[in-house]
Nanobody, 124 residues
Framework: QVQLVESGGGLVQAGGSLRLSCTASGRTFSSYGMGWFRQAPGKERQSVATITRSGTGTYYANSVKGRFTISRDNGKNTVYLQMNSLMPEDTAVYYC?????????????????WGQGTQVTVSS
């Protein structure tokens, strides 16, 4: 069992930055591919970024490419999402998730564990 806890959300003006963190319980964090997702009110959840177990492979949605960076520190059981040049359309609840499968792109089969989410609000 893996528990994921996100932090770092908040209110920021357009053009600003935030860094989200997701810390996992357990000793097998490096065995999981990780991803960040978001869901805005009235919209479907979308994949934002994914990262392989080692951190050498990263994938991004076109809407965030060049602005967001996903990274991980397996020694700290933590995955990060650095968000720069934020726009009002980035407003959403952001979730991290873990998969025991292999991350081969932005769309990966089954995500086994989810965090509770953290709100990001970008004002214009």
């Amino acid at each position: 069992q893996v528990q994921l806890v996100e932090s770092g959300g908040g209110l920021v003006q357009a053009g600003g930055s935030l860094r989200l963190s997701c810390t996992a319980s357990g000793r097998t964090f490096s065995s999981y591919g990780m991803g960040w997702f978001r869901q805005a009110p009235g919209k479907e959840r979308q994949s934002v970024a994914t990262i392989t177990r080692s951190g050498t492979g990263t994938y991004y949605a076109n809407s965030v490419k060049g602005r967001f960076t996903i990274s991980r520190d397996n020694g700290k059981n933590t995955v990060y999402l650095q968000m720069n040049s934020l726009m009002p359309e980035d407003t959403a609840v952001y979730y991290c998730a873990a998969t025991s499968g292999v991350v081969l792109g932005l769309v990966t089969g089954r995500w086994n564990y989810w965090g509770q989410g953290t709100q990001v609000t970008v004002s214009s």
